[in-house]
Each structure stands twice: as structure tokens, then as C-alpha cells.
């Protein structure tokens, strides 16, 4: 039985095969504050579990002959400059409705 805190996925990094089980699931459900009907328990298990052979699949490839390679990353987004602000009026004017100088919009909180 797995104990909240315990590592999930530790099996990952030491070899063994993980097999997700119900245990794991109602684990995960409860650290996600959800509750999955026992159909979806099913697809979530088979789904997670195809993820995790997928994983193992790219662990067994080889990548003897490959150099390591990283990337620069490029800051391609264009840098900050001070402007002036934009006339008020004028976008007040594209608003559908405003209160007071904000612009008003429906309450969706009660």
C-alpha cells in the first residue's frame, strides 16, 4: 500500500518495471482532490500505463555515437520600451458597457 508523501515513481529510477495498480490511482486521485468512477479508474490506469512503456521504450534507445548537444536559447520576443499610455477615452469607446471609467462586465461570483 502506498502512504500519501511515499514516492510515486520511484520504481522509474531504479530499474524495476512500474506497473500502475489501484492503489496508485486512488493515491493519485486523492493528492488531485478527485474521484474517478471505477471505468474511469480503468481508462486512466491503462492510459497512464501506456505512458510509462512509452517511457521505458526511450530508455532502452541507444544513443551510443551521438554527440550531446544543447541549445542557446534566443530571446526572440522584442524588448521592453518605455511608451506612452493609450488615450482612455478612446478605448472606453470600444467597450460594450462601462460604470464610472471601468469598464463593466457581468458578475460571475455570487
Known amino acids: 500500500m502506498l502512504l500519501l508523501g511515499q514516492p510515486i515513481i520511484s520504481n522509474l529510477f531504479w530499474g524495476e518495471a512500474m506497473k500502475i495498480d489501484n492503489s496508485l490511482l486512488i493515491q493519485l486521485e486523492s493528492l488531485s482532490k478527485i474521484e474517478l468512477s471505477e471505468s474511469e ?8 500505463q501506456s505512458i510509462l512503456n512509452f517511457i521505458d ?10 554527440e550531446e548537444s544543447t541549445s542557446e536559447i534566443v530571446n526572440s520576443v522584442r524588448e521592453d520600451a518605455v511608451t506612452a499610455a493609450p488615450d482612455r477615452e478612446a478605448i472606453m469607446q470600444n467597450a ?4 464610472e471609467g471601468f469598464f463593466a462586465v457581468p458578475k460571475v461570483i455570487e
Open 41 to 48: 479508474r480503468e481508462l486512466a490506469r491503462k492510459d497512464l
Open 57 to 66: 521504450t526511450l530508455s532502452e534507445l541507444t544513443t551510443d555515437g551521438f
Open 96 to 99: 460594450p458597457s462601462v460604470k
